[in-house]
């Protein structure tokens, strides 16, 4: 297993401004992914967080929009850019501590709320 | 498009029921098999995991795949009211996981 800090829990934003949400986990880990929850919704993946080299973004999602962080093993960022109240959401960081199993662990949540 | 289809719900059984969640997927390649549970205003957490055909049993809890016909099922016996939450069905290929949009499990004391 893993536990996965993320913050902020939550917050309030004003439209065109960025929010940097950090996640840390208690082991090092390969692969951090981070997901989206809108209202109502299934997760979505944003994209996949290697160390040491560039995010992997999904079909929809793009670098200048959300762009990640990952300095280290234990360690990522991802900032949501520009924000419109579509981006009203929670932010889910995740992690496959056993390494490509599939089993994920995920942080608390971050919910943003953009008016 | 890789998808993962679930029935929304909600599912509404009594308590010491049996409750059965099902899911398919369209990816032939995909190579495992989860079942989340969220409760509401809560992060998933892995409940379940099945790699091959067939049953897997743990606790209260059956996992059952069968990869010809790309279909996943969740079985919870003996229903608690403490398993009302939304079960996520998802599949894991290619390096990244794939959720469903959930069902909503309703179990009635």
């Known amino acids: 297993s893993a536990v996965i800090s993320q913050k902020p829990s939550r917050d309030i934003c004003q439209r065109g401004t960025s929010l940097t949400i950090q996640c840390q986990v208690d082991s090092q880990v390969t692969m951090m992914f981070w997901y989206r929850q809108q209202p109502g919704q299934s997760l979505t993946l944003i994209a996949t967080?290697?160390?040491?080299?560039?995010?992997?973004?999904e079909s929809g999602f793009v670098i200048d929009k959300f762009p990640i962080s990952r300095p280290n093993l234990t360690f990522s960022t991802l900032t949501v850019s520009n924000m419109s109240p579509e981006d009203s959401s929670i932010y889910l960081c995740?992690?496959?501590?056993?390494?490509?199993?599939?089993?994920?662990?995920f942080g608390e949540g971050s919910r943003l709320t953009v008016l | 498009q890789k998808e993962v289809e679930q029935n929304s719900g909600p599912l509404s059984v009594p308590e010491g029921a049996i409750a059965s969640l099902n899911c398919t997927y369209s990816?032939?390649?995909?190579?495992?098999f989860f079942w989340y549970r969220q409760y509401s205003g809560k992060s998933p957490e892995l409940i379940m995991f099945?790699?091959?055909?067939g049953d897997k049993e743990d606790g209260r809890f059956t996992a059952q795949l069968n990869k010809a016909s790309q279909y996943v099922s969740l079985l919870i016996r003996d229903s608690q009211p403490s398993d009302s939450a939304t079960y996520l069905c998802a599949v894991t290929g290619s390096f990244k996981t794939i959720f469903g949009a959930g069902t909503r499990l309703f179990v009635k004391a």
């Open positions: 995740s992690v496959d501590p056993t390494g490509n199993t599939g089993e994920l662990f």
């Open positions: 990816d032939r390649g995909s190579q495992s």
């Open positions: 967080a290697n160390q040491g080299s560039e995010a992997t973004y």
């Open positions: 099945i790699y091959s055909n």
